[in-house]
């Protein structure tokens, strides 16, 4: 099993700055492509980046130019940073990713969200 914990997330004015954080912990032998999520109230669940095994990045059109996702396979730990935020950015912020276990098994795992508010 893997458990994923993300952190950093708060409220901020417009145009500020956050870094989220995504530690995951548990039998894990390599960090695969991992994602950053967000759902507004009232809306669905969007996937916002990702980056892969590989460095490869990618991002909602909403939010290119503004965040940026990297990773610290030592650490097992995913970052999102957060730049020049707007209202509509305000959401809860999930961590997703694929591990694969030192038995080979691989799988797919959420964390539990953290908020992040923007104040206009």
């Known amino acids: 099993q893997v458990q994923l914990v993300e952190s950093g997330g708060g409220l901020v004015q417009a145009g500020g700055s956050l870094r989220l954080s995504c530690a995951a912990s548990?039998?894990?032998?390599?960090?695969?492509?991992m994602g950053w999520s967000r759902q507004a109230p009232g809306k669905q669940r969007e996937l916002v980046a990702l980056?892969?095994?590989?460095?490869?990045?990618n991002y909602a059109d909403s939010v290119r130019g503004r965040f940026t996702i990297s990773r610290a396979d030592a650490k097992n730990t995913v970052y999102l940073q957060m730049n020049s935020l707007k209202p509509e950015d305000t959401a809860v912020y999930y961590c997703?990713?694929?591990?694969?276990?030192?038995?080979?098994?691989?799988?797919?795992?959420w964390g539990q969200g953290t908020q992040v508010t923007v104040s206009s």
């Open positions: 548990g039998t894990i032998f390599s960090m695969n492509r």
């Open positions: 980056i892969t095994s590989g460095g490869f990045t």
């Open positions: 997703n990713g694929d591990f694969t276990t030192p038995q080979a098994m691989r799988g797919g795992y």
